[in-house]
């Protein structure tokens, strides 16, 4: 089993930055793919990006350029490091990984994961 625990939300005027962290414990060394996905409110939730245990990373096209998706496997830790946010930016960000090839590790599947978090919340102010 693997357990995920998101930090780093918080509150940010539009154009600033924010980095939030997931860390992995368990069995960690089983994760092929992991990413995270936010959800607004009163809209559907939404695969942000995702990154491969060789680095590859997929990312929703509304955030390329933005944000980054890293990990650091020494310590089981997946970052999204947030650049020029937006007010639409604003959501509940969660992390998320399965252990399997599929569904491909691309941001599209990112809801489709076994493994979450409970969320941290991102907001960005006008």
């Known amino acids: 089993q693997v357990q995920l625990v998101e930090s780093g939300g918080g509150s940010v005027q539009a154009g600033g930055s924010l980095r939030v962290s997931c860390a992995a414990s368990g069995v960690t060394g089983s994760l092929y793919c992991m990413g995270w996905f936010r959800q607004a409110p009163g809209k559907e939730r939404e695969g942000v990006a995702t990154i491969t245990v060789g680095g590859t990373t997929s990312y929703v096209d509304s955030v390329k350029g933005r944000f980054t998706i890293s990990k650091d496997n020494a310590r089981n830790t997946l970052y999204l490091q947030m650049n020029s946010l937006k007010p639409e930016d604003t959501a509940t960000y969660y992390c998320?990984?399965?252990?399997?090839?599929?569904?491909?590790?691309?941001?599209?599947?990112?809801?489709?994961?076994?493994?979450r978090g409970q969320g941290t919340q991102v907001t960005v102010s006008p």
């Open positions: 998320t990984a399965q252990s399997a090839y599929s569904p491909a590790c691309q941001r599209r599947n990112a809801l489709k994961f076994p493994f």
